[in-house]
């Protein structure tokens, strides 16, 4: 999913199902989770089928999604309307009345007050080492789901992934890959030829090898 980027924001919501599933019955509901208003359906996102692959891509229009404290809820069967409070004593769980089939969830939340995010995982300030709430995040590999936030990894907030932006990728985050297989950036380190002056120095023999091949092919190494 992706709720908040640089700019105008770039949003959508991306599901992996088996190639072939009707999703017609499904929905993703976004929760408002800003106090004081809490657990009201602020708007449920339908999903084309699948492709091949699995990936069904809701692309949204920018500002659908809230910045700030939010879940999002895969329901299948009722769907609720619009505006419809799942949370009447605003205690963070979603009332059995609302007779919700909730079938996966993950949300954001900024630290406010009172604020409350609703089933899964929640991804705040500092999750994975970086200062901010993140508005955006990919389960890598695609399909994992340990229920902890260490299947979430960030979104570039500067839109790392989206054709015609560069980006401001760090190594752990996650390009924006919408309808695309998740991916991780990994820092390339020193590209051939270029100096490393890190790595630990070996000597040119176990470079060389013992047969026709050096057994450090396609390596940087540093030799003395």
């Known amino acids: 999913f992706s709720a908040s980027t640089v700019g105008a924001d ?6 992996l199902a088996p190639p072939g599933t009707d999703l017609s019955g499904y929905r993703v509901l976004q929760i408002e989770g800003d106090a004081p208003v809490l657990g009201v359906v602020d708007s449920a996102i ?5 492709d091949a692959s699995g990936r069904s891509l809701a692309s949204l229009p920018a500002n659908s999604l809230e910045n700030g404290t939010i879940s999002l809820l895969l329901v299948n069967g009722t769907i609720p309307a619009i505006g419809t409070d799942l949370d009447a004593d605003d ?3 979603i009332d059995p009345a609302a007779g919700l089939t909730v ?3 993950v949300a954001t939340s900024d630290g ?9 995982v929640t991804l705040v300030a500092g999750y994975d080492g970086l200062a901010f709430t993140p508005g955006g995040a990919s389960r890598v590999p695609d399909g994992t789901d340990t229920d902890t936030t260490a299947d979430w990894v960030r979104n570039d ?3 790392a992934g989206i054709p015609n932006f ?4 760090v190594a752990g985050e996650a390009l924006n890959t919408p309808g695309a297989v998740n991916a991780v950036f990994v820092d390339p380190g020193p590209g051939p030829g270029d100096p490393d002056c890190d790595a630990e120095a070996v000597t040119i023999g176990s470079v060389q090898g ?3 091949t050096s057994p450090v092919v396609g390596q940087t190494v540093r030799v003395e």
Not at 10 to 15: I, R, T
Not at 166 to 169: D, E, F, I, P, V
């Open 112 to 120: 406010g007050a009172g604020d409350r995010t609703y089933g899964g």
């Open 91 to 93: 205690d963070g769980v």
């Open 103 to 105: 079938l996966d969830a």
């Open 157 to 159: 907030f500067d839109l």
């Open 10 to 15: 770039v949003e959508y919501v991306e599901l």
């Open 46 to 50: 339908s999903f084309p089928a699948p």
């Open 210 to 212: 013992a047969g026709a």
């Open 166 to 169: 560069a980006g401001t990728l």
